[in-house]
């Protein structure tokens, strides 16, 4: 019995580690301090997403100094492929967190700089910001990331143009090119969210009953 405690402390102790979900890329073990008006998140908390409308964001416990330029960014991993992908275009998903799911952007801001123990801009994001917004009960892993911004970043042309204001682009997002300029997040922090009461009706398979379409 002794033994199993062990272990158990052990597991739970390396989860506590981890800022972001264990099935996801990429990872980190740095903490993103972000919070919904008076709600503060912790790693894995579940929120209304009526609470979501426009986050704050500050360093984390592991650390609190940025001196530099910087970059933010939510990811949704749990986007059912089934509601925008026909069959042959399935092998090019990017995988989400669980079996037939993919990803979606929710919001790309540069230029953030640390002020006053937060992370402002005074620039138009690259795609502006959506609230969580999963159309069923089934829940959906968000992610917000921190990135560095190196001076000699730049962003596709296509993304300055404003390309990920249209919807479909959103759609299907990779963070691979960006982890390739600027290196893996800094920082991560994710939650929860789903819409109590409303039944989810996806006929995909997955690994537990949590997620929707957007």
Not at 116 to 136: E, I
């Amino acid at each position: 019995m002794r033994t199993a405690t062990i272990i158990s402390s052990a597991l739970v102790a390396a989860t506590s580690l981890a800022q972001t979900p264990a099935d996801i890329w990429p990872q980190t073990k740095n903490n993103l301090g972000v919070s919904f008006g008076d709600i503060i998140i912790t790693p894995g908390v579940w929120i209304n997403p009526n609470d979501t409308l426009y986050p704050t964001v500050f360093p984390g416990r592991s650390t609190s100094s940025y001196p530099g330029t910087y970059m933010l960014m939510m990811v949704d991993y749990d986007v059912a492929d089934s509601a925008f992908a026909t069959l042959d275009q399935y092998s090019s998903l990017v995988p989400g967190r669980l079996v037939n799911t993919t990803t979606r952007l929710h919001w790309w801001g540069g230029n953030y700089t640390l002020q006053d123990g937060k992370f402002v801009n005074s620039s138009n994001a690259l795609a502006s910001y959506h609230p969580a917004k999963p159309a069923t009960s089934r829940v959906h892993d968000f992610t917000v990331f921190l990135f560095d911004q190196p001076n000699e970043y730049v962003p596709p042309q296509d993304v300055l143009d404003g390309l990920l204001e249209e919807h479909d682009p959103r759609h299907n997002f990779t963070l691979a090119p960006i982890v390739e300029a600027v290196g893996g997040p800094l920082a991560a922090t994710y939650f929860w969210s789903s819409t109590p009461g409303v039944p989810d009706n996806s006929s995909a398979t997955y690994s537990y009953a949590w997620g929707d379409t957007e």
